[in-house]
């Protein structure tokens, strides 16, 4: 019942969610000049980057293929647990070419499309950070990590990002245009946000974000009140 309450709230918004994305599209490419990115925290975190980059030549494409494979589909499942359906099963191609997880009910665009911009092994770390902080033994190792698995993030958004998959076909081309370019971009913002400063920048970052998208979002309206 619960489930099918969200699949109806989120069909209900998809479109108004889309048009949204677009409008504050603008004010998400703005508030990147708010970011800060000369402080040892950033230029740590790119060394996480590089270091990714170098492990992912030395080692071969199959291992990084597989560990995709298991991020999309559990990505899915997350979604679908969050959206209160029942995970019955989840299934990898043995040859690697791809997997398949399942749920009781309908589902909706959210679980369809999470794997295209939200980060999990990032959020889970992020949370893990935030609860087990005193036991790292540097706040630059923190950030060394959150940059390796950034660079992991791009690195599987690329390859994932094409014409040809599934998943935008269900969920709809035209949607996916229109609502990833700002997910993408709002989700690795507040990637950067938290490595220089945790959840309390991600707060100041979303205060930025909104008050630059008031703006837009005003004239959008005003635009569409004129016509």
């Not at 794997?115 to 999990?120: G, K, W």
């Not at 081309?173 to 913002?189: D, E, G, K, R, Y």
Request: hydrophobic fraction near 55%.
């Amino acid at each position: 019942m619960i489930a099918r309450f969200f699949d109806f709230l989120l069909e209900l918004i998809k479109w108004p969610v889309a048009i949204l994305a677009v409008v504050i599209l603008p004010a998400l490419i703005e508030a990147l000049n708010y970011f800060q990115i000369g402080n040892i925290n950033f230029f740590v975190f790119a060394g996480g980057m590089f270091a990714y980059l170098a492990l992912k030549i030395m080692a071969s494409a199959r291992s990084n293929i597989s560990m995709q494979i298991l991020a999309h589909e559990f990505t899915h499942i997350f979604f679908a647990l969050i959206t209160f359906h029942k995970v019955v099963h989840l299934h990898l191609n043995m040859d690697e070419s791809g997997g398949a997880m399942g749920f009781k009910g309908k589902g909706n665009w959210l679980i369809t499309v999470s794997p295209y911009f939200f980060p999990l092994f990032l959020f889970f770390l992020m949370l893990g950070f935030t609860f087990f902080s005193d036991r790292l033994p540097s706040g630059y190792w923190a950030n060394g990590i959150l940059g390796y698995f950034f660079a992991y993030h791009l690195g599987s958004m690329i390859v994932q990002i094409h014409g040809d998959q599934p998943d935008f076909k269900e969920a709809g081309f035209l949607f996916c245009l229109m609502f990833l370019p700002s997910a993408n971009i709002f989700s690795c913002s507040a990637i950067l946000a938290f490595n220089n400063g945790g959840w309390i920048n991600v707060e100041r970052y979303i205060s930025i974000v909104l008050m630059l998208g008031e703006r837009y979002i005003n004239g959008f309206l005003g635009y569409i009140t004129n016509l």
